[in-house]
């Protein structure tokens, strides 16, 4: 599969110029945008600074004809094609999806990389969303990465922090971050884990055991750090703020009962500590030596069973059963008088229930035009919460 894409430039002032003819790009995701600026350039010999989604002919990912909004620094020789496009300003729109925000972005991480000595030679984009701006920086002295986030995933700078100084090596090196949601990171190398195996995601599940014991001592200092307490009462609470607006008929026995539901999971004695928050495979990078950790956006202060729910999540019960049993006994020696598994177990439809929140969260804080990436998670996650609450 691959995607369509239309271009739509402006100038440096952020002045409509028009559209370059459509062309196509073999990345399916609409948040990878590192194909449209190598074809633009392969294309039509510009560079293009791509700012945000303008509209799509699908309801949701992957595939299909897209239309972006890219930045030029000159016009390009090659005739556009005028096209009605809606520029005005809107309250929720990410400071790198306006015109002349990466350049102030970049502009900033150069600079901090400068006085780190590492001067940057060459800069690519990667990505841009409503939930991040990625660009790679390479020099003489190795490479970095840029990443910028909105204001829910500011708490990923001190995560960060607290994982260098507290589990060494198990998350890239944060070499700077600003109070606007900026955070530059060393290069990790590798790739990521998205195809792990069996085996590879229990390797995970014990690295990560390790950090949450480790963290489970080191609560305050995380929430000092402005990690999302989401302990018990307060998880409750948050999913049900943030789920207000959205229709909960199909999941609205599992939402009456969760508080009763969140005091038998306490019950169970295992510590709060830190979440990670979206532990699949793909949020590690590994080259067969070395792992870590990335996207720490999602972290919060909560129970240790939401990480192991979401990494054997996409397995078939047979294949996750052993990794559920081995993260089950690793607790069980560490507190030896907590029933792991049976948390699992009242934690199942909560996990799905989180994340409908977690999208109707998203969904609150973005533009309207880049709704299509999660407008279908809410009720998708609903309605996993109500059939896994349904096998109780």
């Known amino acids: 599969m691959s995607r369509t894409v239309t271009l739509v430039l402006v100038d440096q002032a952020g002045r409509p110029l028009g559209a370059l003819p459509a062309y196509d790009v073999p990345e399916p995701w609409w948040q990878q945008v590192g194909g ?10 510009i560079d ?14 992957p595939g299909g004809h897209l239309t972006y909004l890219g930045q030029v620094t000159a016009p390009p020789a090659v005739p556009l094609d005028p ?15 306006e015109p002349g925000g990466p350049a102030r972005s970049l502009a900033w991480a150069t ?6 000595g590492r001067p940057v030679s060459a800069v690519e984009q990667h990505r841009t969303w409503n939930l991040s701006a990625i660009w790679r920086l390479d020099g003489d002295h190795g490479s ?11 708490h990923e700078a001190g995560v960060l922090r607290w994982l260098a100084a507290a589990a060494p090596g198990t998350a890239p090196a944060l070499l700077a971050a600003d109070d606007t949601g900026r955070i530059l990171l060393d ?14 995601r229990a390797t995970i599940a014990a690295d990560h055991h390790t950090v949450q014991l480790r963290a489970a001592g080191d609560v305050d200092a995380l929430l000092a750090a402005g990690v999302p307490d989401l302990r018990g009462p307060a998880l409750a609470a948050w999913i049900r703020a943030r789920l207000a607006p959205h229709d909960l008929s199909v999941a609205a026995d599992l939402l009456a009962d969760l508080d009763d539901r969140l005091d038998e999971v306490r019950r169970c004695g295992l510590p709060d500590t830190l979440v990670h928050g979206d532990l699949h495979p793909g949020n590690v990078r590994g080259d067969g030596v070395r792992r870590v ?21 996409t397995l078939d019960p047979a294949a996750a059963a052993p990794l559920l049993d081995a993260w089950a006994a690793r607790w069980r020696a560490d507190v030896p008088s907590s029933d792991p598994h049976r948390a699992v177990d009242l934690l199942r439809p909560v996990a799905p229930l989180r994340m409908a929140a977690v999208y109707a ?14 407008a279908g998670d809410v009720p998708a996650c609903l309605k996993r919460a109500a059939a896994e609450a349904a096998r109780d």
Do not use: C
């Open 144 to 154: 970095a990465w840029l990443k910028q986030v909105p204001a829910f995933f500011q």
């Open 361 to 374: 969260m998203f969904l609150a804080g973005i533009e309207p035009s880049e709704h299509p990436y999660h």
């Open 187 to 200: 290069h990790a190398p590798g790739e990521d884990r998205y195809a792990a195996d069996d085996t590879e």
């Open 36 to 45: 449209i600026v190598d074809e633009a350039r392969r294309r039509h010999g």
């Open 48 to 61: 293009v600074a791509v700012l945000r989604l303008l509209a799509a002919d699908r309801p949701e990912p």
């Open 83 to 97: 096209v009605a496009v809606d520029l005005s300003p809107h309250p929720l729109r990410a400071p790198w999806a």
């Open 111 to 116: 600079a901090e990389l400068h006085r780190l």
């Open 293 to 313: 950790m990335i996207d720490w956006g999602d972290a919060f202060v909560g129970h240790p069973a939401f990480d192991i729910l979401r990494l054997t999540e």
